[in-house]
């Protein structure tokens, strides 16, 4: 931080020559010009540490960016790992039916058996509707009041019916907005002999049916009541639960939607069966595993790809990778590669690494899938694909375990980060030393030059007015006389 003699002697010089020509004839003017000299001294003493510091600083950002694209093509390489590195996902059944007019079906995460299943249908649920008798006098025509109490199922609600509300479609109305109404939808149809009252459950099975009761003494509501013995109402559709039996076992249902009769599968009753019935089956999806490996290859690629673009060396450009001689980039290269091109304990002397099922490396390092290989592998020995991947020693499951300790806490890229985050932040305090240093510095040397220009401009007064003293001197012989 020091500014030498030599500095100091060249600038001063420079000063002095350039404002010679300005000061000589003037008295008590400025001898030195203090701003430029002291604005050069500081520049040779700053420039060449905040040059140092600036490229020290550009060095570490462009770490930390890299660092940053390394750990986000990681990530999203993880994202295709992930479903390949467990046995669940190599276990995920798909459920067919043989006649999707009668039921169709899913299998869930715990759906584990593969197998075929004879399913008949011999009923499906229904919800209850209900036709009252005719009111001749019309829809708009009062029918009474009171409270009507409605029910469906265990649950049961209330509707006041006053002066204001007391037509078939006032009625009707007040069910529907009546808050508590589990599924009770009231409406009018007219017919040539009057207008009727339609109540219909939003609830299937048998559990779930209509009841209606009136406090009103008889006076006009009652008609609208229906229970055990009712002649109000006809039943339009009986509430009723579904009916089936799966490999021999019967069951029912208040849905039509089946779950817990198969474990892990949900079936959709869609209509009825022979008394032949139609087949559930269960198999492994091959389909999505393929799908899931083909996303893997082509995950690796693009990981491959940013490898290759942050630690290779571009001759033609004579361009460094950021990352180019990165231990920790090596390490995860490496660490990659061994579980990629491992042999799997997988129970198979045939199916035991990549390129058995079909995976195989091309001159440029990427990966590629032969699909008629990969699907005879699967269907040959699927046991053997799932363990060559989601095994404990499996590559999705090594390179899942990998990546996770890499991107954790105190894992290599963290840790890299921080160091660099310290790095980074070490340097902005160097270069608020320098500035601060750098100030303090062309504060001390103006104060220096400000003074030795006084002194300057003081001699050359004293000097000017010397000369004009000699000047005025009687003269002997054209020599002045002291």
Known sequence: MSVTSQDIASQLSSSLTSSSGSSSSATGGSVIDVSTLVSELVSAAEDPQETLISGEQQSVSTQISALGTLQSALSTFQSSVTPLATSDAFNALTATSSDTAAFTATAGSDATTAGSYNVVVSALAQSEQLLSNAFA???NS???????????????????????????A???????????????????????????????SSLTGAANTIQVTETDSGDGLAALTYGSGSTNYSVQSQAQDASYSIAGVSGTSASNTV???????????????????????????????????????????????????????????STAGPMMGSGLLENIESQTNQALYSIVNTGSSVYNSLASIGITTNSDGTLSVNSATLANALSSDF??????FSSTSGVAATLNTQITADLASGGSIPDESQTLTTQQNNLTTQSDQLNSQMSALSASLTEQYAALNTLLSSLQTTSSYLTQQFATLPTVQGVPQA
């Open 137 to 139: 006098d019309g829809a």
């Open 142 to 168: 009062a029918v009474g009041t009171g409270t009507l109490s409605l029910s469906l199922g265990g649950t049961s609600f209330q509707v006041t019916i006053d002066s204001s509300n007391d037509t078939l």
């Open 170 to 200: 006032d009625i009707a109305d007040a069910i529907n907005s009546a808050s508590g109404n589990p599924g009770i939808t009231a409406s009018v149809l007219q017919g040539t002999d009057g207008a009727y009252l339609v109540l219909s």
């Open 259 to 317: 779950t817990g009769a198969l474990s892990g599968v949900t079936i959709n009753l869609l209509g009825t069966t022979g008394s032949g019935g139609a087949t559930l089956s269960l198999s492994n999806g091959t389909s999505t595993i393929e799908s899931n490996i083909s996303s893997f290859v082509s995950a690796y690629n693009t990981l491959l790809s940013t490898f290759n673009s942050l630690g290779s060396y571009d001759a033609s450009t």
């Open 383 to 388: 046991s053997a694909v799932s363990q060559l």
